[in-house]
Each structure stands twice: as C-alpha cells, then as structure tokens.
C-alpha cells in the first residue's frame, strides 16, 4: 500500500535493539487487556526488543520458570476478540513483601529484563513502582548473595516502568477511559435493553446493581445512557430525605403514562452517613412506599465478560503502541508514567500523581467531602453527573425560567445511531433553560412544509436506547426551498435552530448562512452537532454514530473470521460504508486485526495491491489461517471490491481461497453503542446550553438578531476540547467533491495497523505523548469528556 508522504520525526529513530520487554497483566481482568498485550508484542518485536509473556502477573514474576516466555508474532494472533487475559492475572501476597521483589528481580535479570510494562489498577501500578524504586538495591542483595556477578548491577542499573490502567470500573484518576469501561457498559447496557421490554410489558420497576465498589462510575453512565430514573454512587451519595424523592419521581412518571421504572445502584453506593444503599434495600422501599411490582437484578461478574468492544481495542493498541514508545524513550532518571488517554489524544502521566490522586478521591468520601471527591474524579466524570441531574430531574414548572424563546430541533442527512438520544437530551436541557422547544420532522423537507409540533418533556422518554432517527430524516438541503422555511421561521417565531446530522447538515446551515442577508427570519443562532457513521463532518474528530457502526463492523468481522476456522486457509474481503471517507474501514481494520484496508485518502495503484497479496501469501505460509482486507466503498472506481477479490483468488490460488462480503446498511441500524449515547446526550446539552447564551446576548429591542459568523456554529471534538466552530471558517476545511476534511486526525493510525499486521512502514511519533503533569488535567470550561 502506498505509504503517506509525513516529513516528520520517525520512528527509525527509536531502536529497541538489545532490549529486551516483559508485559504482564495484574489484579482483576478486563475487556481489552489481550488487544493491549498484542501492541505491545508486536511492537516490541517491529523495533527489535525482545519480548517477554510474564503468566499469571506478579506471582508469575516472583515463581520464574516457565511463567516468562519469550513470545513471538503468532504468539499473539487470533487474541485480539478474546476477552479477559490470556496470559492470566493473579493476586500476590508474596510480592508485596522484600523477599518476593527480590525473587522476581533474579527472574527478570536471568533473561536481561529491564523494561516492564505493566497493565491493571492502581494496586499493581503502585507495586510496580515500589519494585522500580527498590532496584539498584535489590540488585545490591543478588550480588551479596551471589546469585548475580557483580557487573550485572552496572549493565541492569535500572528498571524502566510503564503502565496502563486495565479496570473496568474506570476509577483512575488522569485518564478519560480505562481498558475494560466500554466493553462493561456494553455488557450492562444489553442487559438494560433487554429488561426494559420486560418491565413495560408488566409495569415493572427494576433495580440493577452495577459494579463499582469504590467508583460509581458504570452506574453514573449507564444511567445517562438508559435514561435511568435514579442513580446511586458512592461519589455523591443523596441527601437525607433521598427515599420520599425517589418514590415521589418514580410516582410522578407513571402518572405521566410510563410503564416501567430503572433504578441503577453501584455496589459501593452509600448515604451521607456512610451506610450502604444495598439494591435489595432500594427494591424494598419501592414496594413498601408505592405498591410496585419490582424486581432486583445483580449483574456481576457478567460485565467482565465478552468480547471488548471496538473502542477498547482501538483504545488498547493505541496505549499499546505508546508504551513501547515510551519505554524506548525513557532514561534513568524517568519517572514511571502510566498511558493516558485525554480527550482523544494518547498523554504520559507520572504514575504516582496519578495513584496519589485516586487515593485522594478516596480520602474524600471517607471524609464525607463529597463535592471534592467529584472533582477529583476528574472532568469526565463531573460532566457525566451534571448532564445526568439536568435530564433526570425535572424541574416544576413554578421553577423554570421564562425565556420566551422558541428553539426548533431537527435531523438531516442518513440516519445515525445516538440522533434520539440527542434530541432527547436538547429537548430536556432547552426546557429546563425556560424555552419552548419544537420538533421539525423529515428534515428539511418536514420544514418548508410545516411539520413542526412542540415537543414535551415526556414526549421524548424511552429516546436514548431506540436507534434510527425517531424524528425522521431527509438529505433535503434548504437551498431551494428557504422562502418557504423563512416563513414557517415566522409563522412559529422559531428563535434558534439545531441542526443534528452528517455532511448535509454542515452544508445547510452554510446555505442558511448565506441566506441570511435575504431572510431576517434567518437571523438566529444555529447550532449543528456531527451525526454520521462515516465520521467525515469537518471541525469534529468523532461524530454521533460512528462508534456504533465501528461495532457493527467489528462483530460481524469476528464472525466472519470465526466461520473459517478449522478449515483451510482463506482470505475475507469486506467492504464497508462511509462514501469517500476512509475512517470505518480504518478502524474497523484496526479493531478487527486486518492486513490491509483500502481507502480513498490513500491512494493506491496495482503494485500496492500486488505487495499486498505477497504479504498475505507468506504469513499464510507459515503461520496465520485467517486473513482480513477491508475496503471502503469509494476507495478507488476501478480497483473495486469484485476486483480486489478476483486478484487476492487468483494470486493466492494454493495457499489460500477468498470469500468477499459486502456489509451494507447492516452498519447504520441496531440499538446505539453506550459511547453514541453518551457522546450525544452531552454534546446537545452543551449544545442547548450555548443556544441559550447565543439568544441572551442577541436579543434586543424584543427580538433575537443573530447574523454574525459565530451564531452559525458546529460544536465538535477537536483533541482534547469540544469546541464551537463557525461554519463559515470550516469551509477552507473541507473538500465538498468528496465530502470529507481536507485533514484528517485518525490516518496517523494507519502505520499502526500495519505495523501491527507486520509491515514495515514508517510510524510518525511526532503526535505521541509527552510527560505532563496531572495538575495539567484538572476540568476546564472548554474541555473534552470524549463523551465517556
């Protein structure tokens, strides 16, 4: 494949020749550890390291022998779907005493390793750490007890730590996601699907206990994902009273016509007193105080389990990758760091910082300084609790403000999975802020042609979890038709816009823009928040949708690779959606263990191809069964999925045969991934919140009049940030031939899929992360959530 032209600093300049790296997994498992392990593998071995499995964590550092295995590239294949750890994870006592460290150090120096990249909880990352400052001294030990010669203590003086957190729970302080979170809110969310048929069928209130013993954190988030009716965390523990509230809700909503009830608990949750808040204790007072049939389901040891989700994965070989980069970059005098993630971006953070602030949350809640506790949960977590009261909690009507406003709410382009949840979530926070919202259905075209209704509080219960576009959506752009919306504009004294969808609706709101000089009715703030599955709305490095297509792919993928085993060797070609934007087939390449994707944005030509199919041939030939190639749809007119399956049969006669599938809109349906949910529902409440700041400020003389660049905004993640973009400045952004941003962050992580595919390739290292400090992430008005 042709390689991108990236005059940058290279990895070529980074060797791990003579080193040799030991990973090991430790404490309790998690969804995306084995992708994780497979990183930093392959990795390892692309820039010459060796590379050593260290079996059933520390107890297997401290026990040797057969424990630490040198591993190999087929070592690895075929684990990237596998969920929990291969090489196993085990509690040690012994390693928490000297002589245990002192063990595993003779261990680990018999096979002249001195690089540790340790994946776990904030337990085995302190130990880690301990057993890096203990070093030169127990190397002082072995030599006095003459396990060791003497000249090992020069050639081994230190041992290079690096983490990344595996923790379903999401409970480390310095980073936006653990390993593990999204697979686990996967796991409780199917659950949650599927009871609430159940519930509505028997009007039925279902209290779910979580996990989270410390942190709330899946409990918080899955409520904001189902729309919970309540939520217990031991972070923020209810007020005294909590009971007669949350009977009265639960009450209020049935007499609005709901049929069924969700109450989430975290395992940890508590009172202000410290008392614990059990979900047979919650089940109880709902039958005692309102008479409701109620049920208890413990989820367990269920939201460990599974597969990992297309986000862990990416996520993990991600981390993966940068640790090994961050092993071959470290000296001496380089503190231990841990692999974060920050808005979208890969960071260094000091591993005791970061410890040290998971204990103080701790301190926190123990000292009942629960405000505090919050906070030092981080950014993320805050958001989550502040977007999840806004849209639970309904205020009496004696106390909204009055705005007066109308904001009119509205869907355009292709379905995406995660639309509901966002307007349910505009619809909440708009009435909350005092305004009268509007429901425009069928685009652009439910617009000139008066299809707008007001829409309630209520009108919208149940959104979150239904995919599709509930409002319904057309591609129709406004262009020919702005006579006609200027006048329903009027007719309804529509005051603001908001605008959810992909590419048509960027190129909507340009053309609104432009029509304003026309149409004072125009003259509003207008708000666009990204939602397509092909993830190519210029301004945003992630769009609503997208994460759900990406798991759609990924499982039907695993499938497909799952069909060929135990046969003989065969190569699937898989063509995937997403226009002229190569974003899914990359990703999905990535998050499947794909040898090739084929995209637009890179062009490629015969000998590509070709090159290609040698590859696949000699792995074919001596180790793998499976092969996966992916294509996009409009990656090349002549080079299309007939072609590239016809060439692979041909070339690969003998050694292996083809099988091509084309996935089709099997990618835009099903039920929205947590992370579309999430991401939506936060991103238009930001959305809504900036609406109403827009409409303050251009409000004079009794009418709003809006006609500057920055009232016709896309709100977007760029890095670590969520900001407010004018559209009019995206347009030198964007190439509207092809319908895609001139630039775009996610082609960086096509060297790492091939690398991870064992190519050689250049890998551009002058995006990786740089040792901060964690001061540097504390919550900022503008920062990202990464809607996690």
Known sequence: MAQPDTKKIFFENLSGAGKAIAVLTSGGDAQ?????????VRMGLYVGAKVYFIHEGYQ?????????REATWETVSSMLQVGGTVIGSARCKEFRSHEGRLKAAHNLLQRGITNLCVIG???????ANLFREEWSGLLTELVEQGLIEADSVQKYSALHIVGMVGSIDNDFCGTDMTIGTDSALHRIIEVVDAIMTTAQSHQRTFVLE???????YLALVSALACGADWVLIPEMPPEDGWEDKMCGKLSATR???????IIIVAEGAINRHGKPISSSYVKDLVVRNLGFDTRVTILGHVQRGGTPSGFDRILASRMGVEAVLALLETTANTPACVVSLCGNQSVRLPLMECVQMTQEVQKAMDNKRFEDAVKLRGRSFENNLKTYKLLAHRKPESELPVSNFNVAVLNVGAPAAGMNAAVRSAVRVGISEGHKMFAVNDGFEGFYKGQIKEIKWADVGGWTGQGGSLLGTKRTLPAKHVEKIAEQMRKHNINALLIVGGFEALESLLQLYEARAIYEELCVPMCMLPATISNNVPGTDLSIGADTALNAIVETCDRIKQSASGTKRRVFIIETMGGYC?????????????DAAYIYEEPFDIRDLQANVEHLTEKMKTSIQRGLVLRNENSNENYTTDFIY??????GRGVFDCRKNVLGHMQQGGAPSPFDRNFGTKISAKAMQWVTKKLVETFRHGRVFANSEDSCCLLGMRRRALIFQPVVQLKDETDFIHRIP???????LRPLMKILAKYKTSYDVSDSGQLEHVVHNQPKESDASVAM
């Open 255 to 261: 007499s609005r016509g709901t049929r069924l009830n």
């Open 210 to 216: 979580v996990m989270g013993r410390h942190c709330g």
């Open 121 to 127: 909880g904030d337990g085995s990352l302190t130990g």
């Open 60 to 68: 297997g550092m401290v026990d040797g022998g057969d424990n630490i």
């Open 646 to 651: 016809q060439l692979y049969s041909e070339e």
């Open 742 to 748: 001139k630039e775009q962050w996610w082609l960086k």
């Open 32 to 40: 995306g550890m084995n992708a994780a392990v497979r990183a930093v």
């Open 582 to 594: 190569g974003y899914l087939a990359t990703v999905g390449g990535l998050a499947s263990g794909a």
